[in-house]
């Protein structure tokens, strides 16, 4: 990813591991991404946490975010695990010559998206996201609180969220 462009970006974890269901598990990415706000590394505009992924529309504004991003997360939710949820943390086991665990897959996958009709496409998608029938996480996308739907719908304040018609 280029610093100073906006991408569709999705990671999920190895194996399609549900490890983010948990609601203490949502919160270690928000607080990853808030940190990465603050720290002026990104603008962030739009997001949504599901059980075993995370999708994001953001614009980088240092070197190796996704990197950053990435390892930070995967060592507070290893931390998280192993205090409060072992059981899943067993199923991120790999015993790899370099790591026991591992949490993201590598292929996480950005898109850079041209123009305001791509944005807002995905933006739909993501909001979305959680009231598709393979997942049914609400019954309409406002009441799903891992989700930036409702910065956008109710005007809802989030110190994290810089709206997207501020860059296109």
């Known amino acids: 990813m280029e610093e100073n462009r906006i991408y569709f970006y999705t990671a999920s974890i190895v194996d399609w591991k549900p490890i983010l269901k948990s609601d203490p598990s949502k919160e270690i990415i928000l ?15 739009g997001y949504v946490i599901m059980p075993n992924h995370i999708h994001l529309i953001w614009l980088p504004l240092k070197p190796s975010l996704q990197l950053r991003f990435m390892k930070f997360t995967a060592q507070v939710l290893k931390f998280h695990l192993k205090d409060q949820e072992p059981d899943l943390l067993e199923l991120l086991l790999v015993n790899k010559k370099d790591r026991k665990y591992q949490v993201w897959q590598r292929n996480s996958q950005a898109k ?3 123009g305001r009709r791509m944005l807002e496409q995905k933006l739909d998608y993501l909001h979305n996201n959680p009231c598709q029938g393979k997942w049914m996480l609400a019954d309409d996308p406002t009441r799903y609180r891992y989700s930036s739907i409702r910065f956008y719908e109710f005007n809802e304040p989030n110190q994290m969220l810089t709206h997207y018609m501020d860059f296109v």
């Open 31 to 45: 607080n990853s991404l808030e940190f990465l706000v603050n720290d002026d590394a990104v603008k962030l505009f």
């Open 112 to 114: 850079e998206l041209r």
